[in-house]
């Protein structure tokens, strides 16, 4: 892939204090852009000073939506490399998005390492501190300038990072959910195992009315008949019933996780049995009643793991573990951000060195 690179006439100062990050308010001095044009395909690959993207006011994504994006991390290991977590599958599920939203595909290969070039340029922007990463942002946009429900004839594909601290203040603190059975985050058939940003603006009330809550997320029921467990917020579910993994399998409706993938994978290696299939959110709170449910966590690119200490369902708060991270959420932990920091063997070929 040609790629043209313009370099920043002034660099921003870094971040001195690694310890207050948090997410996703600061950005770094390049971006990656490439437009795609019908007849044309995808072309002019830059890296360019970060800056505002122009566009039509009459740009179909304004109005429409034609709008997906991925999120993914680059790391530094302590002897000095940089490395990404599983980019392909990311790449491959942008793809996915793309073909759901009518989206020409982008070639998974020249995006990753696209990707990698602008990481390898920003590498001074990786934050040093013990559970900060690199927070990478592709996405794509329809750009055509056309008021008709019509897919666009043109598009930008967009590259920015941001660096991160840890994404819950207080660690690996067990959070409170609440389970959602008023709104519905997608149906079958729908948007819902897609990245488009939709499914987000349709989630917003729900996440809006659960932090005046006190609660940090919602856990999402399905639109049809609302009574199997989905996701969490922009997590996947997983629970621990009575010695047995168990997370809601892939419907169409739920966001198949990199991180979930990588969580299935791993339990299989350490014989924790572990079954992906259809969870009624009764079952749940029997299991609870029945002194069964050990642990439940979500898991997702941004807390890697997030172990759920509460779960409020029909006036019933299960407090999970007595409140406590549990035994499997921890081992997935420290095994996954071990290997994705490079403290810890990759056995799988899940890390991508840049
Ligand atoms: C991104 C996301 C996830 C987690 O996916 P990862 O690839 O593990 O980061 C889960 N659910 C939703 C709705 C998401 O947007």
Redesign the pocket.
């Known amino acids: 892939m040609d790629l043209r690179i313009e370099l920043a006439k002034t660099l921003k100062p870094k971040p001195r204090d690694e310890g207050a990050l948090g997410f996703g308010r600061i950005f770094t001095d390049h971006m990656f852009s490439m437009d795609y044009d019908e007849g044309q395909g995808w072309h002019d690959a830059r890296i360019i000073p970060y800056g505002p993207i122009s566009l039509d006011p009459a740009a179909t994504c304004l109005h429409y939506g034609q709008l997906v994006f991925e ?2 991390k680059a790391y530094r290991t302590p002897d000095g490399k940089v490395v990404m977590f599983r980019p392909d ?2 790449m491959q ?1 942008l793809n996915d998005s793309n073909e759901r939203l009518c989206i020409p595909k982008l070639d998974e290969k020249d995006a990753t390492e696209a990707i990698a070039k602008l990481v390898e340029l920003e590498k001074d922007w990786i934050p040093r501190a013990p559970g900060t990463s690199l927070y990478i942002r592709p996405y794509v946009l329809s750009t055509e300038a056309f008021l008709g429900v019509h897919p666009s004839g043109s598009y930008l594909f967009a590259v920015i990072l941001s660096p991160v601290g840890p994404y819950y203040k207080e660690g690996l603190a067990p959070i409170k959910i609440y389970v959602e059975d008023n709104y519905v ?1 997608s149906v079958r058939g729908g948007t819902g195992f897609t ?1 488009c940003a939709g ?2 603006a349709a989630s917003l009330r729900s996440q809006v009315e659960a932090e005046a809550q006190g609660f940090s997320q919602v856990l999402w029921l399905d639109g049809v008949d609302r009574k199997y467990v989905e ?1 969490v ?4 579910v997983f629970f621990v019933v009575d010695g047995e993994v168990v997370t809601p399998e892939l419907n169409g409706s ?7 993938r990588s969580v299935i994978q791993i339990l299989k290696d350490w014989n924790i049995p572990v079954s992906e299939r259809r969870i009624g959110i009764d079952e749940i709170a029997q299991a609870y009643k029945d002194g069964k449910l050990q642990e439940a966590f979500g ?4 807390a890697v793991i997030s172990p759920i200490g509460t779960l409020r369902y029909n006036g019933l708060d299960m407090q999970i573990n007595s409140g406590e991270i549990g035994e499997i959420s921890q081992k997935l932990y420290d095994e996954i951000s071990g290997i994705q920091t490079g403290t810890r063997k990759d056995r799988y070929g899940w890390v991508y060195e840049i």
């Open positions: 999120g993914l599958q990311n599920r985050r990245k499914n987000y996701e917020g922009s997590m996947n739920i966001l198949s996780g990199v991180t979930r898991t997702g690119t941004a």
